[in-house]
């Protein structure tokens, strides 16, 4: 994958664009955050993140022949991000969609397939490769990431590392879910390059999967109005990064702890060991650490509510 | 106000800039969404959106010497925003601060200072109308909107239209209140331009004011997972716009109405008459029709749950 992904990464630099998009929906949408997060930090050319749905009924004035868009569809054929490529294609925007299933709408509309082998969710297989890949060499090549090659050698780590991180979250996840798995409303607070991750996870697992109500909030907005609902007794998790907003959920904890929450939990990255991953790389890993102990927490989750993680209401049960 | 904000979008379109950035906190930054997306759609100049707590931390490298940066403050001493403009000061960039407090830390730390004067909330002094003449202004100065004069015409005609939204929404209001004063957690979904509007009125009214648990979720991440929670019991109320993304609110209400809710109500900017304003303004209106809508519904829901709109548990209570 990462010799492939690379030609495109270099094809993209020579030919040259003006900007970036991260185009998709519901989960594949925000995982992008994390990254769109690093790379306004690292870079002068700008990056932009929209929902596919709303992309394709607004006109966009940013979307130009300049453009490189980033789709994005794990089973290739969410409805909105592939009209989206198929729209950007009549318009000759170079486009890369990445996706888990080659025969698929998404790859066989954009102008770069890129086909991610996800299989194994213990961590083996981890998410998001090709995109540090993707990105992080349009990095390298415009001389705002030196740092290539190494990160290339903890990559080469990232698999047993992450599965690592599943085992030393195990018990601290039991104990979430004995601890919380009653609460039907929960909020999640998760900011920097957190806040995608916080947001997905409330919305694709604990609403999606578990049926539980949720309000995920950025670290920073918290203060400004959501805080207000909690009293001790209501669940609230903090989820804490090591990027530069560390001392926004430092801010929150402390706020939590004052008020005397009993029903408060903090994931922090910062708990979790990334063997054979270079220290300089945790902040873009620390979004996968995150997924290490969520999935853990959904497993429990999943047993102590008696709830199938694969049961659905509405979703491919009914037409909407 | 009107000349003095055209003098200043005048002479920075005069002296240049390469994109527009919108910095502040909670409700103050959540404003600014509604006009983020329109611009976005009407100009080739990038526009960007930053919470102010996260932009002192990091280094967001769009924002330079070329930038303009609109910073807001109702009180104009949120700490955050004015650290930004500070910083912002530092560098040398140009700052326009609207706040409604001339002798303020914001005021005191921009480069162009903007004094709106809202005091009545009844829509007699609208809000927002200081963004309006700036950003239109501007679009008008690049030619990328036309139509300005005929703008300012109907932003005359604003006031009365406002009062008049709101006797419009006043059974509604006292109706949905009636409904719902009990539900003490309700979803609220809205997209397009009226995404920003749909998250502060659930963040800064309904859990800050009125300690009510809420969900805002955009139009289009709706059916992503969010909806799983929705049975027929929960509360949801859908926000329903103007602009070109109206057909996904419908795809949320046909879905509402497919599962037989019997706690779902809709906001449709379209139900109110703007007398003496352009019908090609609606949409840039549409936030403000929200609010009309909302307001009232504060009033009722204050007076059902017998919940003043003033009490707080933490905010200016104690110190966090």
């Known amino acids: ?137 349009l990095l390298y090549n415009q001389n705002e990431f030196a740092q290539y090659d190494k990160l290339v050698k903890s990559l080469e780590n990232l698999p047993q590392a992450l599965v690592s991180v599943r085992k030393q979250a195990d018990k601290f996840a039991e104990d979430f879910s004995n601890n919380f798995y009653q609460e039907e409303y929960q909020m999640w607070v998760g900011g920097g390059s957190l806040t995608g991750k916080t947001y997905s996870f409330a919305m694709c697992v604990l609403e999606e999967m578990l049926w539980i109500k949720t309000k995920s909030i950025h670290t920073a907005e918290f203060f400004h109005g959501s805080f207000e609902v909690l009293d001790e007794d209501t669940c609230c998790v903090l989820v804490k990064g090591e990027d530069v907003t560390r001392s926004i959920g430092e801010r929150v904890e402390k706020f939590m702890e004052k008020i005397g929450s009993k029903k408060f939990s903090v994931i922090d990255t910062k708990d979790y060991k990334l063997e054979g991953i270079d220290d300089d790389f945790r902040e873009i890993f620390g979004q996968m650490i995150v997924t290490g102990v969520v999935d853990r927490i959904s497993v429990y989750l999943e047993r102590d509510r008696d709830h199938s993680l694969d049961t659905r209401r509405y979703y491919r049960v009914m037409d909407y």
Do not use: C
Request: aromatic residues 10%; charged residues 25%.
């Open 1 to 137: 994958m990462k010799n492939g992904i690379e030609k495109i990464a270099d094809k993209i630099s020579k030919d040259g664009y003006k900007n970036i998009f991260f185009i998709a929906s519901g989960g594949s949408w925000v995982v992008s955050q994390t990254f769109e997060y690093y790379w306004k930090q690292h870079s002068s050319i700008p990056v932009f993140n929209e929902i596919a749905a709303e992309y394709v009924l607004s006109n966009n004035k940013q979307v130009t022949r300049d453009s490189i868009v980033i789709l994005q569809s794990k089973s290739g054929d969410t409805t909105e991000t592939v009209k989206a490529a198929q729209m950007l294609k009549e318009k000759n925007i170079r486009t890369i969609g990445i996706v888990r299933k080659g025969d698929s709408p998404l790859a066989n509309s954009v102008t770069y397939p890129i086909v991610e082998n996800v299989v194994n969710l213990d961590g083996s297989d981890p998410e998001n490769v090709a995109m540090i890949f993707l990105l992080f060499r």
